[in-house]
């Protein structure tokens, strides 16, 4: 069954220092999203992203962050300038498309646990 | 902006006996998603209700959206150790694919 996969599981950054966060969605999807998860909070949305270009961003996502699809498989989110609080679960998630909505469920990758020192 | 409540925040049940989950919205839904998640993994994908009073079931677990569309049930019957972990409910912002807003979630622990 097709998945969402993202590297690496894990990453541990110097404050200051960027990050990369990789995933590769379900092979037929045309949404991305990126979404976070701090330590014992909700899991809260920050980009999606359609046709090469943003769709949609929370305040969560300011010039700090930046979204990029290199290749027709790689998603990425890149973290300039890494912060305490940017410590973090980073999960993707990516969907058929705008359909009925029998389409349009968001499946979630494992996720990339970030810590920041 | 919409908010998503649910209860209980958490739950410890014996094994085989039924539990029920419920997720409240501050506003009418467009759809509501039920999604399970391992502590400290990913969302894994249960059930999706669109329309006013939906019932949808796979294995044990069954979903519910009630008719005025602002409270969702999820009900597990003969719960067993699999099916600890956090649930969680989404909701999408308007009628199509969009961001989702989750709940708090709720911790399911299942004992022997």
């Known amino acids: 069954e097709p998945e969402v996969t993202q590297t690496p599981s894990h990453q541990v950054t110097q404050m200051g220092q960027e990050v990369i966060l990789r995933c590769v969605p379900i092979?037929?999807?045309?949404?991305f999203y990126w979404y976070r998860q701090i330590l014992g909070q909700k899991v809260e949305f920050l980009v999606s992203f359609y046709n090469n270009e943003i769709s949609e961003k929370s305040e969560i996502f300011d010039d700090q962050f930046s979204v990029e699809r290199p290749d027709g498989s790689n998603f990425t989110l890149k973290i300039r300038s890494t912060k305490l609080e940017d410590s973090a679960m980073y999960f993707c998630?990516?969907?058929?498309?705008?359909?009925?909505?029998?389409?349009?469920?968001?499946?979630f990758g494992p996720g990339t646990r970030l810590l920041v020192l | 902006s919409q908010e998503l409540e649910q209860s209980p925040q958490s739950l410890i049940v014996q094994e085989g006996k039924n539990l029920t989950i419920n997720c409240t919205s501050s506003?009418?839904?467009?759809?509501l998603y039920w999604y399970k998640q391992k502590y400290g993994e990913g969302l894994i994908f249960l059930m999706m209700?669109?329309?006013?009073?939906e019932e949808k079931s796979h294995e044990k677990i069954t979903a519910k959206l009630d008719e005025k569309k602002q409270q969702s049930s999820l009900h597990i019957t003969a719960s067993q150790p699999s099916h600890a972990g956090i649930y969680l409910c989404?909701?999408?912002?308007?009628?199509?694919?969009?961001?989702?807003?989750f709940g708090t979630g709720t911790r399911l622990q299942v004992t022997l």
């Open positions: 998630a990516s969907g058929a498309g705008r359909g009925g909505f029998g389409q349009e469920t968001q499946y």
């Open positions: 092979s037929n999807h045309l949404y």
């Open positions: 989404g909701a999408p912002h308007t009628g199509t694919a969009s961001k989702l807003t």
């Open positions: 506003k009418t839904l467009y759809g």
């Open positions: 209700l669109q329309k006013g009073g």
